[in-house]
């Protein structure tokens, strides 16, 4: 199914995975992302500010100037220590693969077919999850412009905190039809379907839609649910109801909760879509392979998009 152009993707593709995290910085990723989402940030990009510090930057490039909008959201996170909750020594070289979503947004976005009518808005959020003067940590409370409040459990769940940002960027735009979100963002997701990747959506038919293109591209994708119990499990639960005058101290959601970590994280990203359709493809167990990029989902959503023109 591979034809030449989706070959030009995925070199591309492999290209940005196999630079190191020294080279690959938040910067360079975001510059090579292009920067004409920057324009119409909101003032504040609390997630990225709180992981990445002053390593952060947004990226992006709009293809098209018609009044459908699809936002196409990669993770960028160029180096994935874990923060103040650090990960294991082992195997931690390779979280410099943790920008894969990014590096495959870009991919797609250079493949889209722009048509009349259509309009296609690639955004990459760009940070290095290490040690900065302002490390976040955990028991902080991050508060996002559209009012969320968010209790910090594990700075290693940085990915929807910076996803979020994204999202809600996307959001100022009134044309938005479509929100695709694509990152290696839970080792849940692998540990449940192997180098599958995880699909969630808030539309049964969109998932559909779009599972039918992976069978038709042979890639591999399964969709995991995100269940009442899911959207339950990441709300803030007090021991007691806070006094008057004390709620705008509250968070409504937590970052991380030790249940379902892929349906959890996708549900905390709801949140932040709300109405809009969206999928998000968690490609934390397929994005890379023996030390190298895949390219995974890059046809699928090159075929998906273009389809929906």
């Known amino acids: 199914?591979?034809?030449?152009?989706?070959?030009?993707?995925i070199k591309l593709i492999v290209e940005l995975g196999q630079m190191p995290p020294n080279v690959?910085?938040?910067?360079?990723l975001s510059e090579i992302a292009g920067n004409s989402v920057q324009a119409r940030l909101a003032p504040d990009w609390v997630g990225l500010n709180a992981v990445g510090g002053d390593k952060?930057?947004?990226?992006?490039?709009?293809?098209?100037?018609?009044?459908s909008l699809t936002a196409l959201i990669g993770k960028g996170v160029t180096f994935d220590s874990g923060g103040i909750s650090i990960k294991p020594g082992g195997g931690m070289k390779d979280m410099k693969f943790d920008m894969l979503g990014a590096a495959t947004a870009i991919a797609?976005?250079?493949?889209?077919?722009?048509?009349?009518?259509?309009?296609?808005?690639?955004?990459?959020?760009c940070a290095e999850n290490t040690f900065h003067d302002n490390t976040y940590r955990p028991g902080d409370i991050l508060s996002y412009p559209d009012g969320t409040r968010v209790e910090v459990d594990n700075t290693d769940a940085e990915g929807r905190l910076i996803l979020a940002d994204a999202i809600l960027v996307a959001k100022q735009d009134p044309?938005?039809?479509l929100i695709v979100t694509i990152?290696?963002?839970?080792?849940?997701?692998?540990a449940a379907l192997g180098e599958a990747t995880a699909v969630f959506s808030n539309s049964f038919c969109l998932a559909q839609d779009f599972l039918e293109v992976v069978e038709d591209e042979e890639e591999l994708a399964w969709q995991l649910p995100i269940w009442d119990i899911h959207r339950e499990a990441i709300k803030v639960k007090w021991e007691k109801k806070p006094k008057k005058?004390?709620?705008?101290?509250?968070?409504?959601?937590t970052n991380s909760v030790r249940m379902a970590g892929a349906s959890t994280a996708a549900a905390f990203l709801e949140v932040f879509v709300g109405d809009?359709?969206?999928?998000h493809l968690d490609i934390a167990g397929s994005a890379y392979k023996d030390g190298k990029p895949t390219g995974a989902m890059y046809r699928s959503l090159v075929r998906f998009l273009n389809g929906r023109n």
């Open 1 to 9: 199914m591979i034809n030449i152009k989706a070959k030009k993707g």
């Open 183 to 190: 990152a290696t963002l839970t080792g849940a997701a692998a």
């Open 24 to 28: 690959l910085t938040p910067k360079v």
């Open 276 to 279: 809009t359709p969206w999928i």
């Open 108 to 125: 797609v976005g250079k493949a889209y077919e722009v048509r009349e009518g259509s309009r296609l808005s690639v955004i990459t959020p």
């Open 175 to 177: 044309d938005l039809k």
């Open 56 to 67: 952060a930057y947004m990226g992006g490039t709009t293809y098209g100037e018609g009044t």
């Open 245 to 253: 005058g004390e709620e705008k101290k509250a968070a409504f959601i």
